[in-house]
């Protein structure tokens, strides 16, 4: 596999060793194991569902955690029934971890395990003050605007 060295990159950019981590993160990902398989769905202009296959695991035995842009998903192994022997067991019941990185401003809504297939609904939630806003254009000079407390301050003053 060729490898790819982002250090002259980093070199004169401040601020983005974020992006390196995310990097090098993205790169050990596809280097990871495969179990549980999943989906990414994109349902709307700013939500998804991640499903992932967890056939054998009850609700007990999953773990879902999101930190730091990081939304982690694992699962502790079921213990099987005393007494039971098997001539084949083919359903996967090992445990897992799979690591997942979010975007900025993506929440983990809600998550629902059903039919052996856990979903985890995400959407991106901006702040107000993130968003784009529209200013107005006026001719002349920009007045500056007049709060409440400096109205109430200048009617004290006259």
């Known amino acids: 596999m060729n490898t790819l060295d982002f250090s002259p990159l980093f070199r004169t950019a401040i601020g983005f060793d974020r992006l390196a981590r995310q990097l090098e993160s993205a790169r050990s990902v596809g280097e990871a194991q495969s179990y549980p398989p999943y989906n990414i769905e994109k349902t709307g202009e700013d939500s998804y569902v991640l499903t992932m ?3 054998g695991f009850g609700p007990g035995d999953i773990d879902v955690v999101a930190r730091e842009n990081v939304l982690t998903v694992a699962g ?3 213990q099987a029934p005393e007494g039971r022997s098997y001539l084949h067991r083919g359903i996967a019941g090992r445990a897992f971890e799979r690591r997942f990185v979010l975007a900025d401003h993506i929440v983990v ?4 395990l059903e039919n052996g297939l856990l979903e ?7 702040p107000e003050a993130l968003k784009p806003r529209q200013i107005p254009v006026q001719a002349g000079r920009p ?9 109430a301050d200048q009617a004290q003053a006259a």
């Open 53 to 55: 296959a967890v056939a």
């Open 76 to 78: 502790r192994a079921p």
């Open 109 to 112: 809504e809600g998550a629902n």
């Open 120 to 126: 985890l609904a995400l959407k991106r939630v901006v």
């Open 143 to 151: 007045q500056p605007q007049i709060t409440v407390n400096e109205q």
